[in-house]
């Protein structure tokens, strides 16, 4: 099955720091997802990028499909941005459109 | 829109009950719903996909006897996990589509411990 590598797997920020997390795919994709998981469990919606770019205030989220990588940059980091960012994609091809998630990068925003 | 609502979030109860979780779409039809687990620290594992008005399908080394599922109408996936013991304590959640090209939206988990 496709595979899904997210880096790095770890990050310490100061709050108002800048980052970018990295999702690898080993396959052609149909749909990819960013998710924020909090601290209490919460699985938020952050984007749904197939390809392109999109922006949601500090969060902004770039896929390049042919090159099979997908970017999450979040500017100005805020303590509430801590918890763990998960990237998951749909295979192209499959026939039930499940989600394969990579195993995520764990973020802590310092104040 | 695209609300999830699961229910309980917070389950504790003895080995052997049986319990129930609930998983609703609240503001759109979904046409197939998703039962993942996660254990600390890992990620999302799926456990079984839900079409409404057939049975699910379950993902390799999943017990279906152990994890029941049910997808009654557009708006409600039900997994009961029967007879439950410590080794099936988990963080459970589900997830709701309205079609095959459309994004997954996930409810808030349910904590479930068996003592």
């Known amino acids: 099955g496709i595979q899904v590598e997210q880096s790095p797997p770890d990050l310490i920020l100061q709050e108002g720091a800048n980052s970018t997390l990295r999702c690898n795919f080993s396959?052609?994709?149909?749909?990819l997802q960013w998710f924020h998981q909090n601290p209490w469990g919460q699985l938020i919606n952050l984007f749904y990028i197939p390809s392109g770019t999109k922006q949601n205030g500090r969060l902004s989220a770039t896929t390049v499909a042919t090159e099979r990588y997908s970017l999450l940059y979040i500017s100005s980091s805020q303590t509430t941005d801590s918890g763990v960012y998960f990237c998951a994609v749909v295979p192209s091809g499959g026939s039930n459109y499940k989600l394969t998630f990579g195993k995520g990068t764990l973020l802590t925003v310092n104040p | 829109g695209a609300v999830v609502s699961q229910h309980p979030s917070w389950v504790i109860c003895k080995s052997g009950t049986s319990v129930k979780i609930e998983c609703r779409s609240l503001d759109f039809q979904a046409t197939t719903m998703f039962w993942y687990r996660q254990f600390p620290k890992q990620s999302l594992m799926l456990m079984a996909t839900s079409n409404e008005g057939s049975k699910a399908t379950y993902e390799q080394g999943v017990e279906k006897d152990k994890f029941l599922i049910n997808h009654a109408s557009l708006t409600l996936s039900t997994l009961t996990v029967t007879s439950a013991h410590p080794e099936d304590s988990s963080f459970y959640i589900c997830?709701?589509?309205?079609?095959?090209?459309?994004?997954?939206?996930f409810g808030d988990g349910t904590r479930l411990s068996i003592l």
């Open positions: 396959d052609s994709v149909n749909n």
């Open positions: 997830s709701a589509r309205r079609d095959f090209n459309q994004p997954q939206h």
